[in-house]
């Protein structure tokens, strides 16, 4: 056994101080460990579900042969996204009409100021388009007008707006499909035809058919909108266009231009280039916001 | 409340070779008869008809199946949709389908029994019909229209865009329940 009354007192108590503050770091580390521990079980708990969708944004906003840039576009701020969500809108100047870029200027800065957006109020953003559109009726009485499309992202779903024959375009597994209706003669012709067992062809004939029936600019237009959102999937693509887009690449062969893999800059420079390589002597102002749905835990 | 719509069309064909059946009570039942692979599909299509419109077509699926094995050519392809109170019971033989829209997705009906939620859209048709058709058309113009009516139109312009309706027989019903 060891005697430690041969120690010198000052010794003992050095001891015993070194004692006392070795059991407290062990304790404390032993608290910290216990800390540490539990913050990753709960960090684990909550990550455990696939992580959220995000948009990945990207757009291009080009003059065709036209003298004005009559497209405008609009996407909404990122950074409460989580909150607000995420707002794109495309708006077309009617071509043949004057002001087409201050009608379509107008349309998405009115977009811009009312936002944020209610994702679940489809009838009062509805109302909030609606509201625009009289007012540019009442300044130029049907003499100036624009199509507009919008599309409200929330928590993988989506709701769209649409007034014209602008698009909107969903390319899910490689396929791409038009998800608004155009607003234009031929719609009504087509349910003429069809109601009387006839064939259509008689609606594509006529090139005044394409002339819209509703538009910003008319007085209390129908705005098309989804009363229920649709759920969107990760790698779903979404473009919001102009009619310049996809007068000069039809819709079967967006696809044939862009890549599974590639992201929003990506895919919006490759439409570009795709709609200028075709060279078309009356290109329209082509404009598109493109989104690409991704999942991150950012 | 359940809202249906009808569509029949010639679709450019010589005749018209499907039939669409429904019938309100008891439940609501929709009939899609296909008679495109058949050599006489009218007495066919007029033989579906007269089964489900007597006593036997309240009866169960199961019955109703083995008396079509017994009576209907093998080439004969239908889709039936029976409306119970908290669902839709199905079946099914050939290509004809039907589609449901729920909660912002599109599925295929399953055959067999079915639960149903408010505000479910469903859409059955030939194959023909839905051959000119993407799943996130249907979806887009499901959520879109107010009505089946509107809903049907939209289709319709869907398809004619690509056929000008010159695409042969389409026949289709669609549904929405106001729950």
């Known amino acids: 056994m060891f005697d430690y009354s041969i120690l010198p007192d000052e010794t003992v108590s050095a001891i015993i101080v070194a004692l006392v503050l070795f059991a407290f770091s062990f304790v404390f580390f032993l608290i910290c460990s216990l800390y540490s521990l539990i913050k990753y079980m709960v960090y684990t708990n909550k990550h455990k579900e696939k992580p959220g969708l995000i948009c990945d944004v990207a757009y291009f906003h080009e003059r065709g042969k036209r003298e004005n840039q009559e497209d405008s576009i609009y996407v909404s701020p990122m950074d409460k996204v989580e909150e607000t969500g995420f707002v794109a809108a495309c708006s077309d100047g009617m071509g043949g009409l004057l002001n087409g870029e201050v009608v379509s200027k107008y349309v998405t800065d009115s977009l ?187 | 409340m359940i809202e249906y719509y009808t ?3 010639r679709g450019a064909a010589d005749e018209y070779k499907d039939e669409v059946f429904l019938r309100l009570v008891p439940n609501l039942t929709v009939a899609i008869f296909n008679g495109n692979k058949l050599d006489s599909p009218k007495s066919q299509s007029l033989l579906f008809s007269e089964i489900l419109s007597s006593d036997e077509g309240n009866k169960s699926f199961d019955y109703l199946h083995k008396v079509f094995d017994d009576c209907l050519d093998d080439d004969s392809e239908f889709l039936i949709l029976r409306v119970e109170q908290n669902g839709i019971e199905s079946i099914r033989r050939g290509d004809v389908s039907a589609k449901i829209v729920r909660h912002g997705q599109i599925s295929l009906l399953p055959n067999g029994y079915f639960g149903l939620s408010s505000d479910d859209s469903i859409i059955c048709a030939t194959s023909n019909f839905f051959k000119y058709i993407s799943d996130e058309g249907i979806l887009a113009d499901a959520l879109v229209s107010g009505s089946c009516n509107e809903w049907m139109n939209m289709m319709i312009r869907r398809i004619s865009d690509q056929t000008q309706l010159k695409c042969g027989n389409l026949s289709a019903v669609n549904l929405k329940l106001n729950r």
């Open chain 1, 112 to 298: 811009s100021e009312r936002f944020p957006y209610k994702f679940d109020a489809q009838e009062d953003n509805s109302r909030i388009i609606s509201e625009i559109s009289n007012k540019v009726y009442e300044e130029y009485h049907l003499g100036a007008g624009a199509t507009l499309v919008m599309v409200h992202i929330y928590d993988g779903y989506m709701n769209f707006y649409s007034l014209g024959d602008s698009n909107i375009i969903l390319i899910r597994n490689n396929r791409a499909t038009l998800l608004n209706y155009k607003q234009n003669y031929i719609t009504l012709m087509i349910k003429k035809c069809a109601e009387s067992g006839m064939d259509t062809g008689l609606a594509y004939k006529d090139n005044r058919a394409k002339g819209l029936i509703d538009f910003v600019g008319n007085l209390d237009c129908n705005v098309l909108k989804t009363s229920r959102p649709l759920r969107l999937i990760e790698n779903d693509i979404i473009i919001v266009s102009s009619d310049g887009v996809t007068d000069s690449m039809p819709l079967n062969r967006i696809v044939n231009y862009i890549h599974f893999d590639q992201n929003a800059i990506g895919i919006a420079r490759s439409l570009k280039y795709a709609v200028r390589a075709r060279k078309n002597p009356r290109q329209d102002n082509y404009s598109a916001v493109v989104i690409k749905m991704k999942r991150s835990f950012v």
């Open chain 2, 7 to 9: 569509f029949k069309h």
